[in-house]
Each structure stands twice: as C-alpha cells, then as structure tokens.
C-alpha cells in the first residue's frame, strides 16, 4: 500500500483538530460545533448542488423533517433520541422523494423557485402546528440530550466529538459515493444531461436518487440539531437556513468536499471572529460574495480534475490478448 504524503498531512492536520477542545474554551468549541453541522448539512445539499448541478434551495425543509421527526418520538414516545436517527433519515428522504417526483425535470431558476416555494410551506406548516404535533410557534421543549455507549452528551466538548466524528463519516461515505459509478454519472448530468442522457444514463433517476441521498442525510442532521439545542422551533428552519447552505457549496466550489469545509468555516466561523463589528458584517460579507462571483466563479477550492491511469489499462489489456 502506498501511503502519499497528503494522506500523512490530512491525518496530521485531523489530530490537531482533534485536540481543539482542550485548548479552546466552551464558547468556542461550540462555534465548531455548529461549524460541523453546517458542514455536514452542506455536504448533504453538495451531492444535489454540487455534484448534480440541481439548484436546489430548500434543504432547510429535509433538516426540520429529520429535527420534528427526532424530536416528536422522543417527547412523546420516550425513544432514545439516536435511536430515533435512521427514522429521521428515512422520513425525511421520502419527503425528498415525494416532493422531488413531479419537479425533478425542472431546471436551473424553475427548480430554484420551486425549492424554495417547498421550506416555506414547511415552515408554515409547522407554525400552524399539523396533527397538533409539531407545537405551533412554540416549537417542542424538553427533548432529552443524546446516549452515547450509556454516556449523556450535554457539554460542548461532548458534542464536538460526536459531530465532528460524524462529520468524519460522512466525508469518508460521500468521498466514495463521488469516485464510484453514481458518483462520475451524476457529474455527467451536471456536465451536460443531454449527453449524458444519449450515454445511457436514466437522468432522471439518478438526480432523484441524489435527492433522496441529500435530503435523507439531511434528515439525521437534525436529530442532532435537535439533542443539542433541547428546544426545536419553525423558525430554526427559515429561508435564511437554506440560503447559508446553498453559499457554503457555492463559496467552496460545486462538488469539492474540501471546498464545502472551508465553505463551512468562512460563512458560520468567521462572523463570529468579527463579531464587534456587527454592523458591517452584511455588507463585508455582501461584497466578498460579489467578488467571488467576478473573480473566482469556480469557487475556492473547486474540485480536483479526475485522473485515470490509461497506461495500466493498456497493459492490462496488451496482458489479455
């Protein structure tokens, strides 16, 4: 096995960060932490977005799915709240499924509109507490913190490493799902679906697979979201959630699992460096955007162009014959 000399750093670079509640105080950590579900969210609508090309903008709508989800079975059933993680998935990637069907042929502003029509009949309805169930404005209270190997999770440090961790899983899958079949298909679709569509690929089943994909993460995503607040509300939900998704895979660079880290830690870490400057952090971050959109249209860190070892091919062929 040849190991490379980024795997060493990476490895390196993840020890470090692995480090960092024990230098960083309570405040801080948990700026990370919401760092890591930002990114994991990100991740999820990246495998729409990013390696799809669906401009997809109500991601928010999958993540409160998972959170409500969580969140009723706990209060009311008393089920352990990670046990109630795979249903929060499940549920919220048959709504992916469900609302996806009839407008996945749409594309690009269509598709957008569309999406974003989804979050806020979402959030409405949530308001106007559907089945008595979802607590109206209120939201639900009370929703017990998560189990662990029978340890309780409730402080900063605890929850750095469970989000960081499945932060880390969720890297390792979507890292496969990006150099698998699926993976290079979906970057055809995005490339040119008509192109692809003449290759042979069913387009769309796999953008409504990658749907699926996307809002079912999203979904579990909320679980934790929901143990760690303890108080769930529609307003935790909103358009704006969505929006700072679909900036973090835009920042970073569409379907470049690096670019949507640093994404992560640009549009959620940094305001709160520059929080006592408050009132210009909008315009600031107004202009960078606008920038970015001139002068660096890829993104950040886009991703990396696909390499192919022809030469090993041809040999195995010429072995062959």
């Known amino acids: 096995m040849i190991i490379r000399k980024q795997d060493v750093l990476c490895l390196a670079g993840a020890a470090l960060f692995a480090c960092a509640p024990l230098v960083l105080n309570a405040y801080w950590t948990d700026v990370l932490n919401n760092i890591g579900l930002y990114a994991i969210l990100a991740l999820s609508l990246?495998?729409?977005l990013g390696q799809c090309g669906l401009f997809q903008m109500g991601h928010a709508a999958f993540f409160a799915v998972g959170a409500y989800t969580s969140a009723i079975l706990n209060t009311m059933f008393d089920i352990p709240l990670l046990w109630t993680m795979p249903l929060a998935g499940i549920l919220a990637g048959l709504f992916g499924l469900i609302v996806a069907r009839p407008i996945i042929h749409l594309r690009g502003d269509y598709l957008l509109i569309v999406t974003i029509g989804i979050v806020e009949i979402i959030r409405i309805a949530l308001i106007n507490d559907v089945g008595g169930l979802t607590g109206g404005a209120n939201g639900i209270f009370g929703i017990d913190r998560p189990m662990l190997f029978g340890l309780k999770i409730k402080r900063p440090y605890q929850f750095f490493y469970l989000i960081w961790g499945?932060?880390?899983a969720t890297i390792f899958l979507f890292h496969r799902l990006e150099n698998s079949r699926f993976g290079r298909a979906l970057n055809y679709i995005k490339d040119d679906d008509v192109a692809a569509e003449g290759s042979g690929i069913d387009i769309s089943r796999y953008k409504l697979i990658a749907f699926v994909i996307g809002a079912f993460?999203?979904?579990?995503v909320g679980t934790i979201f929901a143990g760690k607040m303890k108080i769930i509300s529609p307003e935790s939900f909103s358009?704006?959630?969505?929006?700072?998704?679909?900036?973090?895979v835009i920042l970073g660079g569409m379907g470049s699992i690096r670019g949507v880290l640093l994404g992560a830690f640009l549009i959620i870490g940094l305001p709160e460096l520059f929080r006592d400057f408050a009132s210009a952090r909008m315009l600031v971050f107004g202009a960078a955007m606008i920038a970015m959109m001139i002068f660096r249209t890829q993104g950040l860190l886009p991703p990396l162009p696909r390499k192919y070892n022809v030469a090993r091919f041809f040999s195995n062929a010429e072995g062959e014959q």
């Open 46 to 48: 990246n495998i729409i």
């Open 166 to 168: 499945f932060c880390a």
């Open 217 to 220: 993460w999203a979904g579990m």
């Open 239 to 248: 358009f704006w959630e969505s929006v700072l998704l679909f900036t973090i």
